[in-house]
């Protein structure tokens, strides 16, 4: 529901997607983008979810750990990167009303938006998004003057994150409402 949102943020909330990513590694150069996943924080959510080929086989044992994809099965079953990107980029237009740029907002955005900006432009030539980033971690900290380390997952709410690219997008959009509309 719109109504709750504050008045200073409203119009903005309907250009921003809440994007999480699960990646077989720390950087696009070397590694994987396996899934995206992504939801509008307008009412009603739109939501978007794609698993993708790897370009890689190349893995963290980390990473691994936490996103617990297969990667020789997405080999098979995954999208390849420029339909996977194409059907990202469709959605976004989509889900955004014409004429305004989306902003893509993520809890620790700048390792999301790293490999979806080189995803975009490796496979399509141009990022949707532009450069147009929210990090709610970073926003938390100026909006409540927190410390970095009191804006970790496990310090703002209950809900842990479960390395499901389209669960966290939804649940990184609900921290986000919360902390703006006050309702924490």
Same mark, same amino acid.
């Given at each position: 529901?719109q109504? =709750?949102?504050? &008045? %200073?943020?409203r119009? =903005?909330?309907?250009?921003?997607?809440?994007v &999480?990513?699960?990646? /077989?590694?720390?950087?696009?150069?070397?590694y994987?983008?396996?899934?995206?996943?992504?939801?509008?924080?307008n /009412?009603p959510?739109?939501? +978007?979810?794609?698993e993708? @080929?790897?370009?890689?086989?190349?893995?963290?044992? @980390?990473?691994?750990?936490?996103?617990?994809?297969?990667l020789?099965?997405?080999? @098979?079953?995954?999208?390849?990167p420029?339909?996977?990107m194409?059907?990202?980029?469709? %959605?976004?237009?989509?889900?955004?009303?014409?004429?305004?740029?989306?902003l893509f907002?993520?809890f620790?955005?700048?390792? &999301? %938006?790293?490999?979806?900006c080189?995803?975009?432009?490796?496979?399509m030539?141009?990022?949707?998004f532009?450069?147009s980033?929210? &990090?709610i971690k970073?926003?938390?900290?100026g +909006?409540?003057?927190l410390?970095w380390e009191?804006? /970790?997952?496990?310090?703002?709410?209950?809900?842990?994150?479960?390395?499901?690219a389209l669960?966290?997008a939804?649940? @990184?959009?609900?921290? +986000?409402?919360?902390i703006?509309?006050?309702?924490e």
């Open positions: 529901m109504a =709750d949102w504050p &008045d %200073w943020i119009t =903005d909330i309907n250009r921003m997607v809440s &999480d990513v699960e990646a /077989s590694g720390p950087n696009p150069a070397d994987a983008l396996l899934s995206i996943g992504a939801c509008t924080l /009412s959510r739109e939501e +978007f979810y794609v993708i @080929q790897p370009t890689t086989m190349n893995s963290e044992a @980390q990473s691994q750990e936490i996103h617990q994809l297969d020789e099965k997405l080999s @098979q079953t995954g999208q390849p420029e339909v996977a194409r059907l990202f980029a469709d %959605w976004i237009a989509e889900s955004i009303s014409s004429g305004i740029s989306p907002i993520g620790n955005a700048p390792f &999301d %938006w790293m490999f979806v080189d995803y975009f432009h490796r496979f030539g141009i990022n949707p532009g450069h980033a929210l &990090d970073s926003f938390l900290m +909006f409540k003057y410390e009191d804006t /970790s997952m496990a310090r703002l709410t209950t809900t842990v994150l479960r390395h499901n669960e966290d939804c649940d @990184q959009a609900d921290l +986000f409402r919360r703006v509309t006050g309702s």
